[in-house]
């Protein structure tokens, strides 16, 4: 069974994210949607409502499980049977750091990393973004996903 891992830390999961979830999941025939847990990030939503939010999107999707972790995401792949990491990059600076994170991985546990390019419709929007947005009181809805369009 090829089962993938798309992590991150999703504070909040944005239309771009379901995009990379939508795009990999027909690659796969499991994708667990990893939320990291990071205790220098101090995120709008704790990490059990990130996963709660994300899992209640995909919940008539079998083939989707959303878990969270606080270890080095190799482990984290290693402990779930992941062969493979899912991630989308906006950007040639994204690119290069998902390269050499990928390299670092791979040689860590042998799993590989599967790169998508974001939609060109979406690459501008990012977590940090749509949390800006919202401090300022501005209507972040379009950044976000609801059930109907997953």
């Given at each position: 069974?090829n089962?993938?891992?798309?992590?991150?830390s999703?504070?909040?999961?944005t239309?771009?994210h379901?995009?990379?979830v939508?795009?990999?999941l027909?690659l796969?025939?499991?994708?667990?949607?990893a939320?990291?847990?990071?205790?220098?990030k101090?995120g709008?939503?704790?990490?059990?409502q990130?996963?709660?939010?994300?899992?209640?999107?995909?919940?008539?999707?079998?083939?989707i499980?959303?878990?969270?972790?606080s270890?080095?995401?190799?482990?984290?792949?290693?402990?779930?049977?992941?062969?493979?990491i899912?991630?989308?990059?906006?950007s040639?600076?994204?690119?290069?750091?998902?390269?050499?994170?990928?390299?670092?991985?791979?040689?860590l546990?042998?799993?590989?990393?599967?790169?998508?390019?974001a939609?060109?419709?979406?690459?501008?929007?990012?977590?940090?973004?749509?949390?800006?947005l919202?401090?300022f009181?501005?209507?972040?809805?379009?950044?976000?996903?609801?059930?109907?369009?997953?």
């Open positions: 069974m089962i993938a891992l798309f992590p991150g999703f504070d909040p999961f239309v771009g379901a995009d990379i939508r795009r990999a027909p796969f025939d499991r994708l667990i949607i939320v990291g847990i990071n205790p220098s101090h709008e939503q704790t990490a059990v990130r996963v709660e939010s994300i899992a209640s999107l995909y919940r008539k999707e079998p083939r499980e959303v878990r969270a972790y270890s080095l995401t190799v482990d984290f792949a290693s402990e779930c049977g992941a062969r493979y899912v991630r989308g990059v906006r040639p600076i994204d690119f290069e750091y998902e390269h050499n994170m990928a390299e670092v991985n791979r040689r546990s042998g799993v590989e990393t599967v790169i998508l390019c939609d060109p419709a979406l690459a501008h929007i990012s977590s940090s973004l749509v949390r800006e919202e401090a009181g501005r209507d972040v809805s379009e950044y976000l996903p609801s059930a109907s369009d997953i």
